[in-house]
């Protein structure tokens, strides 16, 4: 069974840059064809696609968010980690990691970062 855990601050304060790790258990992040997915609700709103890293290594990105999001990844711990920079209140949200097959199938429990000073 694959299971997906995010960790990272919970706590960012505006203008820093948002670090969060997914660790991902029971499969391989380099396995063909799975995408590696980081996904955000902010609070009364709908989910928001940020960006992934496929099985390749690739990155892709939202347009929206492009210029300020970087997606890494660490095959030996099977880890990838977003880092959002230039953080603003605007930013907070729940921030979920997810795995895309054929769709999101896996998904972490989430974890609430809160951009304040």
């Known amino acids: 069974q694959v299971q997906l855990q995010e960790s990272g601050p919970g706590l960012v304060k505006p203008s820093q840059t948002l670090s969060l790790t997914c660790t991902v258990s029971?499969?391989?992040?380099?396995?063909?064809?799975?995408?590696w997915n980081w996904i955000r609700q902010p609070p009364g709103k709908g989910l928001e696609w940020m960006g992934a890293?496929?099985?390749?290594?690739?990155?892709y990105y939202s347009p929206s968010l492009k210029s300020r999001t970087s997606i890494s990844r660490d095959t030996s711990k099977s880890q990838f980690t977003l880092q959002l920079s230039s953080v603003t209140p605007e930013d907070t949200a729940v921030y979920y990691c997810?795995?895309?097959?054929?769709?999101?199938?896996?998904w972490g429990k989430g974890t609430l970062v809160t951009i304040s000073s």
């Open positions: 997810a795995r895309r097959n054929y769709g999101l199938d896996y």
């Open positions: 029971g499969g391989s992040i380099t396995t063909n064809y799975y995408f």
């Open positions: 890293v496929a099985y390749s290594g690739s990155t």
